[in-house]
T-cell receptor, first 116, second 113 residues
Framework: GAVVSQHPSWVICKSGTSVKIECRSL??????MFWYRQFPKKSLMLMATSNEGSKATYEQGVEKDKFLINHASLTLSTLTVTSAHPEDSSFYIC????????????FGPGTRLTVT | GQNIDQPTEMTATEGAIVQINCTYQTSGFNGLFWYQQHAGEAPTFLSY????GLEEKGRFSSFLSRSKGYSYLLLKELQMKDSASYLCAVRVLRPHRPDKLIFGTGTRLQVFP
């Protein structure tokens, strides 16, 4: 149990375009979802935390107008990278936490974004 | 500031035992996680310690000392498939903000035959 999926697994887009990444909890209700990014050989950095039906809480230094997060239901959160630039190229990983075990996060398989 | 340190790389031999250390300086400590991450994949949960002591789960054990800001992950009977990065992450509570996981940079373990 506790499976989280992400779509797409990889995407290439041109500078200036927007790209949407979906994160789904497949077999549990995710009261909280987290979005991370990871640069090569670096640690995961939390970008934002979202609770279903409310606005996301962004970490310091993360532009909320650039990284739009929507947590419309208990099984789906989306991250939209707007006006993408090459420096946005990264590995984006979501995780989800349900109510059954309050501390454990289940990670999705990640999305590799390349902006050309 | 919040800081987590772990060795960058380690090597070991199949069948051996390896210990990966993690030290942290954080405020609002509320538990320490160990995750395994293969290249290009998502982290998978290995263990969680919130109280001092040793937690054992099969071939993997994790230890925590909160007073020393120290944890280790012990892997026994190493297998080739254990070659991966091992991430130490501390959960911190923050006033008026959601809790957060702070990750170390990970320890890349290579297991040789």
């Amino acid at each position: 149990g506790a499976v989280v999926s992400q779509h797409p697994s990889w995407v290439i887009c041109k500078s200036g375009t927007s790209v949407k990444i979906e994160c789904r909890s497949l077999d549990f209700q995710a009261t909280t979802m987290f979005w991370y990014r990871q640069f090569p050989k670096k640690s995961l950095m939390l970008m934002a935390t979202s609770n279903e039906g409310s606005k996301a809480t962004y970490e310091q230094g993360v532009e909320k107008d650039k990284f739009l997060i929507n947590h419309a239901s208990l099984t789906l959160s989306t991250l939209t990278v707007t006006s993408a630039h090459p420096e946005d190229s990264s590995f984006y990983i979501c995780s989800a936490r349900g109510s059954m075990i309050s501390y454990e996060q289940y990670f999705g398989p990640g999305t590799r974004l390349t902006v050309t | 500031g919040q800081n987590i340190d772990q060795p960058t790389e380690m090597t070991a031999t199949e069948g051996a035992i390896v210990q990966i250390n993690c030290t942290y300086q954080t405020s609002g400590f509320n538990g320490l996680f160990w995750y395994q991450q293969h290249a290009g994949e998502a982290p998978t949960f290995l263990s969680y310690n919130v109280l001092d002591g040793l937690e054992e789960k099969g071939r993997f054990s994790s230890f925590l000392s909160r007073s020393k800001g120290y944890s280790y992950l012990l892997l026994k009977e190493l297998q080739m498939k254990d070659s991966a990065s091992y991430l130490c992450a501390v959960r911190v509570l923050r006033p008026h903000r959601p809790d957060k996981l702070i990750f170390g940079t990970g320890t890349r373990l290579q297991v040789f035959p």
